[in-house]
Nanobody
Framework: VQLQASGGGLVQAGGSLRLSCAAS????????MGWFRQPPGKEREFVAG????????YYAASVKGRFTVSRDNAKNTVYLQMNILKAEDTAVYYC?????????????????????WGQGTQVTVSS
């Protein structure tokens, strides 16, 4: 599986961005997809995740209510809609995929459950 993230950029606080992650490989539709981010000087952290069918999603407390994760299995693409952006959302954003079915919860927030990662896309929010 190869992942290609895009859609990052510079935006003012309060603005919106939509990230996309295009995946190759026939098993995309069966895989859990996650978004992580790594702020400058900090560790990579979980942002959002969605199960294979798109009907179960998880969010970090810091983004809940502002970000929405979704997927289109026909296009092999997962999205992260980010609204009401804040300066603290500034980070490199990564998409990742896991063979584990987190539909019933589990450690979806841990990087260790993901075996393929995209290259990252920079999001910078100016205050």
């Amino acid at each position: 599986v190869q992942l290609q993230a895009s859609g990052g950029g510079l935006v003012q606080a309060g603005g919106s961005l939509r990230l996309s992650c295009a995946a190759s490989g026939r098993t995309f539709s069966r895989r859990f997809m996650g978004w992580f981010r790594q702020p400058p000087g900090k560790e990579r952290e979980f942002v959002a995740g969605v199960n294979w069918s798109g009907d179960v999603s998880y969010y970090a407390a810091s983004v809940k209510g502002r970000f929405t994760v979704s997927r289109d299995n026909a296009k092999n693409t997962v999205y992260l809609q980010m609204n009401i952006l804040k300066a603290e959302d500034t980070a490199v954003y990564y998409c990742a995929t896991s063979p584990i079915d987190y539909s019933g919860s589990g450690t979806y927030y841990s990087t260790r459950g993901y075996d393929y990662w995209g290259q990252g896309t920079q999001v910078t929010v100016s205050s």
